[in-house]
């Protein structure tokens, strides 16, 4: 009697642990991403207040794989990894890129590396036509069940190699790269319209992003940040 009582004290004790972590999780989730927007506005400055909005809304962790998904480090100010070698960008740098692009609504982006999908889901958030390529395959896939689950199954994503481009959907409005070419590769300035705005890490041990303006035909360059990001790589 005694140890049936205890059975059912310890299945009441669990079950009631269990439902609290799950609720109390997604406020702790909840809780680390406002802090990461706190950090962003407050100590790196970050003033785009629709960019701060939309990553403020997506939540980040869903995007890392669950087998690197670790409530400590989901939300933190460093990149993450994603499995298959690769990383999901710090906050700061996906802020700092989705702004410089300055992405209105309706506006078309295609972004090179879709990697774990969120940057892509942030770009979605502002409201722009995303498409988005990914070399490795498990990646892309990953990201385009994710991007579905998430609300975000509009984002047209394409396993394949990034230096070609997508021109069956060119001209677009603004091209965003997350991985690092050694020169800034033609294809993607000749698929940008008249006026859009690219901006790719260039280099290889040292990597500056560069932000380019099409004006008259011609792309205005202009070098900003150092940044780390994985090298983008040829396909076969
Ligand atoms: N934007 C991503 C981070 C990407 S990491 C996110 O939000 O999670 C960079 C990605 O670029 C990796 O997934 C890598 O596989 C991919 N990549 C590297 N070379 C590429 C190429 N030539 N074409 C397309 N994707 C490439």
């Not at 207040?49 to 670790?70: N, Q, S, T, W, Y």
């Not at 990201?143 to 984002?155: D, H, Q």
């Not at 290889?204 to 792309?219: I, N, T």
């Amino acid at each position: 009697m005694g140890f049936l009582m205890l059975a059912i004290l310890l299945g009441l004790v669990t079950s009631s642990c269990r439902s609290s972590d799950e609720n109390g999780s997604d406020a702790r989730w909840n809780a680390a991403r406002a802090e990461m927007v706190a950090l962003l506005k407050q100590f790196y400055g970050v003033t785009d207040e629709r960019v701060l909005a939309a990553m403020g809304k997506v939540r980040r962790h869903v995007f890392i794989p669950a087998a690197f998904r670790d409530a400590a480090t989901a939300y933190g100010d460093y990149p993450r990894p994603i499995g298959h070698g690769q990383t999901i960008s710090q906050p700061y740098i996906v802020a700092y890129m989705t702004a410089c692009v300055d992405v209105k609504p309706g506006e078309k982006v295609l972004e090179i590396g879709t990697g774990s999908g969120y940057q892509a889901a942030v770009l979605a958030e502002l409201g722009a036509e995303v498409y988005s390529i990914e070399i490795i395959p498990e990646l892309a896939s990953h990201a385009a069940a994710t991007l579905a689950g998430e609300g975000y199954g509009g984002v047209h994503v394409l396993t394949g190699d990034g230096y070609k481009g997508w021109p069956e959907h060119a001209p677009f409005d603004v091209v965003i790269v997350t991985c690092a070419p050694d020169d800034v590769p033609q294809a993607l300035v000749e698929q940008l319209r008249e006026g859009g705005r690219m901006i790719v890490p260039v280099g290889s041990a040292a990597q500056r992003l560069v932000m380019l303006r099409k004006k008259d035909g011609r792309a205005a360059r202009e070098d900003g940040l150092p940044v780390r990001f994985v090298p983008m790589v040829r396909g076969p």
